[in-house]
């Protein structure tokens, strides 16, 4: 009987962890400052480990006590008194939830429009050599096992697409986010990045938001994506941590090292005869939509937003191409049950890769960096995407 007590108990302290991950996955993808959100995560730290304690001690010795007398869990369950049995019903949906989650993520495939697929793992400490440690406020995360903080993953994903033209057949993108400038990594970490990425053939570049958490390492931007140059344009958007600190600025720095700001905006690209309208999209956080109708009704589209939560919206204005971050492919995930943490409305749905939603394409790239330096399972990455035309 004690056995059965405890994986009820276990069922619980999983189902009450699910909610709280729940409320800091839908806060964080919501427009709330960081001066807010850090005391939601400072409760979300002290429930998780606290009410598994409570119940152990307080329902298995007090009252009811399982562990004293001996009651079946029905028996127990009609002794809880006042909001108890209302809580742990809660606590039996967030653990349906738990199990819904871990089954979409045995169960999702790569969506048939993707047709190719390379990957190269780069370890840029032993690459460079040199310590990429830095002097970011959480740098001692780098000695937890396991941490695959500078361990680069390269992506090369091939897409047919299709409404994209013949013409542009073998367009090729370079999909930068998330690269989190805090201290940790240091600078030659994204020195080191952005050397192999300008070898690469690609003919644009985007950068999807979330680039600053220090501001003193604004003066990174020039030696890092100033370096990147693409025949048809760099373009970028920014995220919510850049939000937290004086958007104008980062915005004129990343201008000034030669990339356009797409900020709720639509840029049309003439190339090989055929339109495209470029987009970008820093809602829920900054500004307002970029207006597609504004575009050739025949241009090929294509967004970039910094969350993925945008995709309901971009499917109603018929992007083809939808380009994100945010979510860093959980920045841990757990064997046999994926990511966990992802700050969005959809919690893991849209954590990292490929996923269709007739008539858009969603591409969620891991980013590079994160405010906290720690990736297990999730590796930073580096995405090159070559369209193909369907015909």
């Known amino acids: ?15 009450n962890t699910e909610l709280l991950v729940t409320l800091i996955n839908r806060t964080h993808a919501a427009p709330v400052h960081e001066r807010l959100l ?7 730290d002290v429930l998780i480990p606290l009410v598994p304690l409570w119940i152990l001690v307080v329902v298995g010795f007090f009252s009811p006590g399982v562990f004293v007398h001996e009651m079946s869990p029905r ?6 008194k006042g909001p108890v049995p209302y809580f742990f019903g809660l606590c039996l949906i967030g ?28 370890d840029v400490a032993a690459e460079t050599g040199v310590s990429l440690a830095g002097h970011g406020t959480y740098r001692s995360l780098l000695r937890v096992p396991f941490n ?15 409404r994209l033209p013949r013409e542009w057949d073998g367009l090729t993108l370079l999909h930068l986010s998330d690269w989190h400038f805090t201290g940790t990594p240091d600078l030659p970490f994204y020195k080191a990045i952005c050397e192999r990425a300008a070898k690469l053939d690609f003919d644009i570049a985007v950068f999807t938001g979330d680039l600053i958490d220090d501001e003193a390492c604004l003066a990174w931007v020039l030696p890092t994506l100033g370096t990147i140059n693409a025949p048809l344009g760099q373009y970028f958007i920014l995220g919510n941590h850049d939000w937290y600190h004086v958007v104008p600025t980062i915005r004129q720095e990343l201008t000034s090292a030669g990339w356009r700001d797409l900020s709720g905006q639509i840029q049309v690209l003439d190339t090989a005869g055929k339109k495209l309208a470029l987009g970008g999209d820093e809602r829920p956080w900054i500004g307002k939509p970029p207006n597609f109708n504004a575009a050739p009704t025949d241009a090929f589209r294509m967004l970039l937003s910094h969350t993925p939560d945008n995709l309901t919206w971009a499917r109603r204005q018929g992007v083809d191409l939808m380009l994100a971050g945010h979510n860093h492919g959980g920045q841990v995930s757990l064997p046999g049950i994926g990511p966990v943490y992802a700050p969005s409305l959809h919690g893991t749905r849209f954590a990292g890769g490929l996923y269709w939603s007739d008539p858009t394409l969603l591409c969620v790239s891991r980013g590079l ?23």
């Open 95 to 122: 653990f349906a939830g738990f199990l819904w989650s871990v089954a979409r993520y045995w169960l999702r495939r790569e969506p048939r429009q993707q047709i190719g697929f390379r990957s190269e793992t780069v």
């Open 38 to 44: 850090k005391p939601i995560r400072h409760l979300h």
């Open 148 to 162: 695959e903080c500078f361990t680069v993953e390269w992506t090369e994903r091939e897409l047919r697409l299709p």
């Open 75 to 80: 028996e127990a369950w009609s002794q809880l």
């Open 1 to 15: 009987m004690i056995l059965l007590h405890l994986c009820w108990l276990l069922i619980l302290s999983i189902g």
């Open 369 to 391: 960096g994160g405010r906290h330096p720690l990736r297990i399972g999730a590796r930073p990455e580096v995405c090159r995407i070559v369209l193909r035309a369907a015909g």
